[in-house]
């Protein structure tokens, strides 16, 4: 297939397919014609790579998936350096999480203390 018909099938843009070319993550075949030239499987590769950047994944991150894939194991985080970067997602997913609950607990110090009406003052047994 060309690449405006693997953009469409892959919901992208002709511009992102030769982006991921330049970044070696996708295969630059050419045919006979000049043109680039794509089949099922990098229609796969590039539905890896969404999958991916949809959870948070950066481009570079979604390297090893891609590697795997054409190293020829049917999915592309069945290799250890995919399961490396799994791992180091979670811990910053981890990190992310705990910082979170920090500024959500902070807040809800905060929201506490104004919604608590003050307290009344008295002075020599008199309210003021």
Do not use: W
């Amino acid at each position: 297939m060309r690449i405006g018909e693997l953009a469409a099938r892959a919901g992208t843009t002709t511009r992102t397919l030769r982006y991921y070319e330049a970044r070696g993550l996708l295969p630059a075949r050419r045919g006979g014609n000049g043109y680039r030239t794509y089949d099922e499987s990098d229609l796969k590769l590039l539905r890896q790579i969404r999958t991916l950047q949809d959870f948070g994944f950066d481009l570079e991150e979604t390297r090893p998936f891609v590697e795997c894939l054409r190293a020829g194991h049917p999915e592309g985080d069945s290799c250890p350096a995919s399961l490396a970067v799994y791992r180091r997602k979670l811990d910053e997913l981890d990190a992310l999480i705990g910082e979170l609950q920090a500024v959500r607990a902070e807040i809800g110090v905060r929201l506490a203390a104004v919604e608590e009406p003050p307290p009344m003052c008295e002075l020599g047994g008199q309210e003021l």
